[in-house]
């Protein structure tokens, strides 16, 4: 298959970062392209960070609004994107698996369009590796251009060839693109897009553009839209969540954002992913203050050993870790608090995992994402020599998940014979004639019932059983 390259990734383009305004981008429709979906369905594969699944909710907006219909099976759908993440290597390992099983089907329907986007096609590497490899595949495109796809397919369909696109720029911020909910009663909402910390290990600057806040008004709007439409909880989204508004070059921080969407009426508010750094005091007491603020913080640490962090250049040390965990409990007493962590950082010692271990007892973690360390192309941290033996990574990861679950476990000790609110999901899968839903510390909770009419609605539920990965309690009357 012949390809028309628009653009192609750039490294050495996307470590750059320039001083320009980022420009806000309206979404529109050319008339051309309106109908170019009718009749045809399509189906999206989302992996990674809610980030992912928020651009796939756009995506699938997009396509909805050129009139595409969903479908449910993937084999069976004229239009199938693979919206992919970067962080690891084991993700590309899925996504090279799912192409294997799409080649055979597009073998039997050459019209359908299979087309790779997200994080992935943003390595120069993964977008040669597709163009070599993979000549069924029809569109690559990056996570700068969602807005293009309408233009994307038309192209396809129209020249039979393999279209690419993969912006390497700082990115911009789309505002007014159709999307579709995967929730009637919970929402995604970024508020701000890229990176601009530079952690040695990680490829998301270079994949997502530098740091871009959205304007407050916008967000504010958006949210009390999905108030109006009877939504509960909004999850504001940022690879720096709380670095929000630090380029917007006004006195205005994720802090004041709080205490706005505060008055907005909305039930429920959480918001992923923080960088220790960016967490400040503003932030801690909107979390005092603000009802609508959910008692639960995700603050990726990494590694509890000062050496590590410094080469990974997270730009905080343990103590300063320490000292805002401490004023956050101080604030929010009843706070649950998550984590991140990396072992086998390349040269890491048994006396610096042992470090990490102290921090988890310290902090007193209600659960982590546990990782092996995986080097990433075009990272610092991937030149670097590694003498730590693989088995040995294993094996600390396994002790460090011993501690991680502990902590999962210890609690939702903390919430039996109490009664937690929850806002219901839907039925469970931890049995039949039960459901499920989160607390206001997001403690996956099981209860008996079969009212389908629960789902959206916050319920009190008495916790009679604390298990590891879970809370199981009874529905008050």
């Known amino acids: 298959m012949k390809s028309i390259k628009f653009a192609m990734p750039s490294l050495k383009e996307a470590k750059l970062r320039k001083n320009i305004d980022i420009e806000t981008v309206r979404y529109t429709l050319e008339d051309k392209y309106k109908d170019l979906g009718k ?6 594969f989302t992996y990674g960070c809610q980030g992912n699944e928020a651009d796939s909710e756009v995506m699938s907006g997009i396509l909805e609004n050129i009139g595409y219909t969903l479908s449910t099976d993937p084999m069976n759908s004229d239009v199938v994107l693979l ?36 994080c992935m096609p943003q390595e120069e590497n993964a977008t040669n590796k597709i163009l070599e490899s993979y000549d069924f595949i029809d569109l690559v495109f990056g996570t700068h251009n969602r807005d293009h796809l309408p233009q994307l397919i038309y192209q396809a369909y129209l020249t039979k060839a393999k279209v690419v696109e993969v912006l390497s720029n700082q990115g911009n911020i789309l505002e007014d693109a ?30 997502r553009g530098r740091e871009r806040s959205r304007a407050k008004d916008d967000i504010i709007a958006e949210v009390k839209e999905l108030v109006a439409n009877g939504y509960k909880e909004v999850t ?3 690879q720096n969540v709380n670095a929000y508004g630090k380029d917007l070059g006004i006195d205005y921080t994720f802090g004041d954002l709080l205490y706005d969407l505060d008055k907005t009426g909305i039930e429920r508010i959480r918001y992923t992913t923080s960088h220790p750094r960016d967490l400040d005091e503003k932030t801690m007491l909107a979390m005092r203050d603000c009802k ?27 103590e300063d870790y320490m000292a805002k965990i401490t004023r ?34 310290n902090v007193g973690y209600e659960g982590a994402f546990t990782f092996i360390y995986s080097p990433r192309e075009g990272t610092p941290a991937a030149k670097m020599p590694d003498s730590t033996p693989e088995d040995e990574k294993k094996q600390r990861l396994l002790r460090l998940n011993e501690v991680i679950n502990a902590g999962y476990k210890k609690g939702h000790e903390r919430f039996l014979n109490k009664v937690v609110n929850v806002l219901v999901d839907g039925e469970s899968k931890n049995g039949e004639g039960m ?43």
């Open 39 to 44: 009749g045809k369905s399509y189906y999206i």
């Open 178 to 207: 159709p999307k579709v909910r995967a929730s009637k009663h919970k929402a995604w909402v970024n508020i701000m897009f890229g990176c601009d910390e530079f952690c040695t290990y990680c490829i998301v600057p270079y994949t």
């Open 236 to 238: 504001l989204l940022g």
């Open 83 to 118: 919206n992919t993440c970067a962080i690891r290597e084991n993700a590309e390992q899925r996504i090279w698996g799912v192409l294997g099983q799409l080649k055979g089907r597009k073998r039997e329907h050459p019209d359908m369009i299979i087309g790779i986007c997200g």
């Open 435 to 477: 459901m499920c839903g989160y607390s206001e510390n997001l403690k996956l909770t099981h209860f008996k019932s079969t009212d389908m009419s629960l789902v959206g609605k916050t319920v009190k539920v008495k916790v009679t059983e604390a298990k590891t990965w879970f809370m199981i309690g009874e529905l008050c009357e």
């Open 328 to 361: 956050l409990k101080e604030l929010v007493p009843h706070i649950s608090i998550t984590t991140d962590i990396i072992v086998g950082f390349p040269n890491e010692t048994e006396e610096q995992f042992q470090n990490t271990l102290k921090l988890c007892h």
């Open 292 to 318: 609508s603020v959910m008692p639960h913080l995700h603050l990726p640490v990494q590694s509890g050993d000062n050496d590590i962090l410094k080469i990974m250049n997270r730009k905080y040390t343990y």
